[in-house]
């Protein structure tokens, strides 16, 4: 009997020991994550979702491969698939744009959910804008999206893979939403601060993008829907409170090196994207005082002492279809750390209200279509007078290392449109105001384009919509017509292909770079 | 080579030294004949030793021997393969003829299960496999992991880069976890071993191939593998071995050879050569449209700034070149600049052991080993030293003391990055350079300024800069410790405690010089600690008696406690102020910080029983129960069984026959458990760092999951071993079946959700497989033998389903190449686009160029169909040749040097079309929509860059291939010299690995090519080329 004595002794304490540690309680403060916490307040949350947006919409992806050299702002001197329609390399740009687009709207709803709580209407409202203006980009990036069923990840009962709606659709949903956000601002009440990095929480401002946004839907509908685009355009105009100053312009305000605009980024390790010949042109053609802005002189003495400054790239060429020496880089304005990305500027409004007046819906403030549209153009040009180059250019100060590489001449920089430029350039035949109504819509649509340089994407849109002239692809391009969308990401192919199918039979064309949109001619 | 040399020397001294110290002592003679006691025959080839030395001989043809004895001899011992071993006392006699029984318990192998119980192998219910320990110390290799290739069936083993000390990835019957760890459970001595990479690996590559940590085991200090491969055989180590587990035991100490003091010295010198390189083309230089010339390398002059080769063709024309300061000179082809770019590498690794001790009181075993290796990639190395001392004390008569340690330090320097990345040479050497550059005119890599000299100044480094400007180093140190006492309550019952920890700090550090072409020319650093710890702690209760005659039963009952901490520290000065100076003080911008700690505590309790009747029928019962703080507290606790028989049926069946000599059947059922990694049950917000003095934090990407179960394994198996005519051939043949449930997925979801991943419980994957084993000797003779074995393995992997709202599981993605796992497919299918077919086969095209599918397609997994080795060994006297071929059948792989290299027309296969010039056009094979012939000639400049990029068509391929793995030649000196010499035993080797890829079906590159050791495989991505090695060993016992 004495073994199993032993025996017993022996299991009773390999039960003590395992019963003291297994019914361990400490568990949960084992797993508690140290590293970061549960929550975060909208002071860190807000200027974040406002930089990820910001950093998206101005990054190579949407402003300068998709946006700006197809709408030949820009174009690529190497590695030209994209200049040539070619996107087969670049599937995972596409992925990382959609999920990041989509990123940011959740972030903007966690938001917007800590601000009902906290009863802060304005914060609210800041978010709900800035997720009409994310979401607006998005349809006019892809056509239908996931919007009803969108962002259901970690509802109580979660949706991960959300149906597709209608251009249609969501343009609806988004003009409502505008338009309750702007209802929702009380200046009075309390905001944000200075962590708001787009107004500082400066509320009266926040209204005005929001009506300036309104504008922005309902005159996309001009073709697609003229009578709710007339009556949505004037209303808005009539109500005023819009961006009308370059002070009240909406944009992120990037800092210096290295909490920098991504284009200026994108140039810390190469220059592969250079001036457009198309715009090059364009503005050589119409004398235009914003060419030294819009471009770096070229480095070939040769060419500069024979007075040939400036010269864009071929689209859709060979690679290195000129020397690097004898091409202008983009503006170094626009390179610079702390260029702010456009998220809608008074002379994109002023471009809407001339608009509205040649169509003949609305006469803002009385005045003919002429007067708003050198007003348009000279408020272009106001943005770029000496005072505002300075403060920018002053950011990419040519002895800081990160700029070596660039081999600036910071005595070629540009040193501002004057008063008396915008006058003469205004005076020009080739820029007044004229001819039918259609030449007028042109003429207009091109000075847009011109004014939204560095905004490659909302020109490229607006492009779509009011098509100034025909574009000419590129001698190597894969398509015969400029894309007129983007491909969605092969992510929804193999992660949501019942939607997706169902998303590609809503599009004219299929999941094509040619698909025709809702809103489109 | 100064180190080889020196190595060289010291071990030729010792040899000298050796034969010249013999001892003389007063000898006498004893002769006599060995029979067979069954049958009466005369056996050949029986060894017969003085008992405790190493004086020995064999028996001739006849069964005659003549042995010579020292006066002091008391006995001799008569041993023979298949044949129990007899001791008899000399006793003054001078002829002693000696009668053999057969035996089949000499046969039996002991193997080291769980818990290190040894067991006879003949009682196992399920699959397990030793290996032979002998070729990994003559012919090995720094990484362990790579010695087990080929030699065990089932286990699929592919090393990674070709750089010192990459990192090995080792499956056990396939994938099962979709996302989580498929490695098996590393065991020392009964200390579960850290394997992690601390770094996962996404399809482009990621920064240096740092290893798996497993490969600190010092091969010198095995004494035995057992790999138990699947869940059956590891049901009690709990999770962590739920894809198998591989049980090393190290070498004790202890009288050996009689000897109190036991010493052995161990030498290999290899020399390592690049296998594999791109078959590239001589005919045209960098440039595009045939035209070139150098003016400032970055697009200043005439496509000087391209970094591919549609250049004008090689004539010795006279065209201005980086190197030649503005004058024209000859344009010629350099057909070597890539393989003159690598070293020929070496690998020195020494051991040094001395054993000793009595069994009676106490024992040690102290051995050092140090391994040095200088890649192939110029100035890249690997340096390991492993000291290790095991001890056993008996204290009392009841009490053992058992302590194992052992110190590993580990410098590996200036691997470079894998995949795509600047820094990675292959980025330029087997894609991105001009054909015409000659490599050694870049040997200069500098200006006197401290910049660069490069063939192009717009993308690349000089190679030469990146492998002497920048630098890379990790430095490792390890312990691996285990104390345990064990207490006799009597003959058949002892409890036994123990712990054991695997801890570890390891720095890596990496520096950008100023001026390199990465991070804008401003420099950069790195610095960061890794910290891990994992604590095992085991109290066992073990019984083993014989409850009958016929009964036999052993029983454990015991918990366990694992305990496991990471911590990592570190930070990124992104520019540097001062070139050349590299700490986080000298910084240009704000730091970086990267810092994370986790913890994470298992607690188990286990218990088994084995009952055995007549030693031929087993039955194996186990249970454990873990308790594991990773999972929410409702579904923390999970329990898992297995149950296993084992029958060796010619034994009960009373089967005597030369033909069948043994046999037995098994059969087990198990299911494992599995829990996960660390703090997934809650979101929390990710700081992303200061915009300017602005703290920015972000909700994570990830869905948290408060309802995680744990992870479910259940698999069972059936298997037979047979021995046929004594055992001159053996059959093991086993078929399982595993599948996991419930997996612990971070699983990609669509974007829009508002989140990219979540944690899900999901799916079921299920592996069904054969493993076979045969091994023979077709001929043994006195003089020759020869063994071979042929290992044999096919695993069927599928997904079974997911779950509701995953349509995919998506693991990877590159280059517009996706690698996912769908229900009704193997894990890891590469899905992509690719070039448009018809109904007949024939190739669409359009202006010329290809058309592409736009839809996804399957283009294959990247898991083989089957798996084999061939090992033959020879011997002959004491010469021996033993030879391993390794097979993969199966098996697909995204290319994407291939994709590049015709991108960028360095490639022998970029020729066609532009075979007389580079401005031909030519008419590429293929039809037109409406199936006429195309007839739109283009260059082949433009062919090849509309023809590749981004698709998987053209650059998915089959990764076959058949390798001469090993080969080594092996001379044992003879008896009769090592008897006269301080020496028991001395061997010399001649030794390879990898020296032949005797077939493969993708081009350029070797089909072998794992990203680390995660699920992440299936692409190439500029592989560093792997090298074959050879070279030479020296085996001494004292």
Redesign the interface.
Known sequence: MK?YK??KR??L???V??GM????S???Q???????????PAT??L???E??LMNQVYDAGMNMYVGGIWVQQYAK??YT?EDRY?L?????MI?ND??????V???L??IEEQAKTLGNDNVVAIAEILTVYNYQNMTDLWGP??YSQ?????AST?????KYDSQKDVYTALIARIKAAAAMINPSKPSIGN?D?IYSGDMTKWKKLANSLELRLYMRLSNVDPGTAEAGVKAVLQNGNLITSNDDNAGFHY?DY??QNPVGAWY???EDFKISITMADTLKSLNDPRLPVYAIPVRNDSMKQAGDKYEGVQNGA???SK???QVSDIGAYFIAPSCPGWLMTASEVKFFMAEAAIRGWYNYNGKTASQLYNDAIKTSMQQFTADRLNAVLSSLNPSV??F??LQLDASEFPTGVTQSQITNYLAQPSVQLSGSQAQQLKQLAEQEWIALYGQGFEAWTEYRRNGFTTLKPGP?A?LNQVPTRLTY??????????NYQAAKGMLNG???LTGTFYWEK | MKKVLLNTLLVSCMLIVGMVSQVNAQQRNVKGKVTDASTGKSLPGVNVFVKGTTVGTATNANGAYSLSVPQSADSLVFSYIGYDAKSVAISGQTTINVQLSPSVEQLENVVVTAFGIKRKERSLGYSSQNVNTKSMESNRSANFVNNLQGKIAGVHITSSQGTPGSSTRIVLRGVSSLAGNNQPLFVVDGVPIDNSTFRSYNAYGGGPDYGNAAMDIDPDNIASINVLKGPNAAALYGSRAANGAIVITTKSGGPKNGKAVGISINSTTTFQQVAVLPNLQNLYGQG??GQFQF??G??????D??D?SWGPRLNGQKITQWWSNGKAVPWVAHPNNVKDYFNTGHTISNNFAISGGSKDNATYRLSFTNLSQAGTIPNSSLNRSNVALNTTAHLTDKLTATGNVSYIRLIGRNRPNVGYSSLNPMQQLTQWIGRQVDISKLRDFQNPDGTERNWNY??HNNVFWETYKDFDKQTRDRIIGRIQLTYD??NW?N?RGYTGTDTYRENRSRGIAVNDIAY???GHYFTGDYYVSQTTSD???S?DKDLTKDFHVSAQ?????IYTIHNQTGATA??LSVPGVYNLTNS??PLVPD???????V???YGSATIGYKDYLYLDLTGR?D????LP?AN??YFYPSVSVSDVFTDMLGIKSDFLTFGKIRASWTRVGNDTN??Q????????GL??S????????T?PNLNLKPEKTTSWELGTNLRFFKNRMGLDLTYYSRKTEDQILGV?????????H?FINAGEVDNKGIEVTFNATPVQSRDFTWDFTVNWAKNKNEVISLTK????Y?MA????V?L?SKPGEPIGTL?G?GWKYNSKGQRIMS?GIPE?T???KNFGSYQPNWTGSFSNTFSYKNLSLSTLIDVQQGGHLYSVTNMFGHYTGILKSTLVGREKSASDTHVYPGVNEDGSPNTTAVTAE?FFH?SY???AGPNVYDASYVKLRQLELTYSLPKKLVNNSPFSRVELSLVGRNLWIIHKNVPNIDPESAFGNGNIQGFESNQIPSVRSFGFNVRLSL
């Open positions: 073994t032993i025996l022996g299991i304490a390999v039960l020991i395992v540690s297994a019914c361990d400490g568990f949960q084992i797993n508690k994550n140290p590293n970061s916490p549960t929550s975060a860190m949350t200027p974040d979702a930089h990820a001197i190497q698939e070619d087969s390399g670049r599937a995972n992925n959609w999920d990041n687009l989509y990123r709207n959740e972030d709803k966690k999206i996931p969108a962002l259901q990840g970690d979660p949706n991960v893979q959300p962590q990095l800092k290295p909490y810390n390790s190469r060979a690679n290195n020397p690097l020496g290392p990160i070596g590489n190597l894969v990401p092969d992510n929804e192919q193999t992660l949501n292909s019942t299929g999941d094509a | 595009s449209d003016v400032d970055k697009g200043g002059g005439t496509n700034g391209i591919e717009n993308y309550f009597n019952l409890l804008s020319g401003l109290l066992i209760l019984a009952l015991g918990g366990e406690s992104p520019t240009g911008q810092n994370y700690y986790s913890r994470k505590k607690n188990s309790i129960n308790w594991s703080s990773t507290q923390n606790s660390p703090y049950l809650q979101a929390t917000y990710a700081s992303q915009f300017g602005l703290p920015f934090y972000r909700l994570s990407t869905i990609q979801i669509p974007g829009s959700s508002g989140f990219t979540q709202g995953v349509d995919s998506q993605s590159s280059w517009g996706y996912l899905w686009r202006g592409r736009s839809d996804l433009h509309s990029y981004g698709l």
